[in-house]
């Protein structure tokens, strides 16, 4: 068994300007990559779990996802020499998407569908695991998994549902050492 960081992407790894599939409006947070090589070199695998219902909508398909994640993937690993462990996405929406991808699922944050599913596929102890969230629905979704800490990445502060709110992922190594 290992233990893991599930990360949120949009809000949390890079800027959330809405429905971004494509690596030309992939911008980084300040410190990103730096707090996810601390992170590794702690022992946690790295997971994102993202909802993704710009594919159901039919903003983007599953195929450009699959190019951004390997962008994402290839530039921590050359720049940084980060070695991400799984990209997981819900393409679904109860009630926007369309055809297929209309549906009620159990992989839509905050259902904990994707954690758990990472988590069998890597072998990840998920109550000796982290969750890195910008919304409530992240944390509820890591609650829900059973994951054993939850932050919460709040730039604007005052939001307390996560178990410890944090400025941005870059403080996590430093709070973690503290911890
Ligand atoms: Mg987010």
Redo the contacts with the bound molecule.
């Keep these: 068994m290992t233990v893991a960081v599930f990360l ?5 790894i890079n800027f ?1 300007h809405g429905y971004v599939s494509s690596w030309d409006q992939f911008e980084f947070m300040p410190g990103v990559p730096e707090a996810l090589h601390g992170l590794a070199q702690a022992g946690y695998q790295l997971v994102i779990v993202s909802n993704q219902s710009g594919i159901g909508r039919g903003f983007y398909t599953e195929a450009d996802l699959r190019k951004l994640n390997e962008h994402i993937n290839n530039h921590l690993k050359d720049s940084f020499d980060i070695q991400m462990a799984g990209f997981y996405h819900c393409p679904h929406h109860p009630t926007e998407a369309k055809g297929e991808f209309l549906m009620q699922c159990d992989c839509r944050k905050p259902e904990p569908g994707m954690i758990l599913q990472a988590s069998r596929d890597l072998g990840i102890d998920v109550r000796g695991s982290l969750l890195v ?3 409530n629905s ?1 944390i509820a979704a890591g609650r829900a998994a059973g994951v054993g800490r939850l932050f919460k990445v709040s730039p604007q502060g005052g939001c307390d549902d996560g178990d410890l709110d944090v400025e941005s992922i870059s403080a996590l190594p430093d709070v973690l050492s503290r911890l």
């Design positions: 949120d992407r949009d809000g949390v959330d969230g910008d919304k992240d």
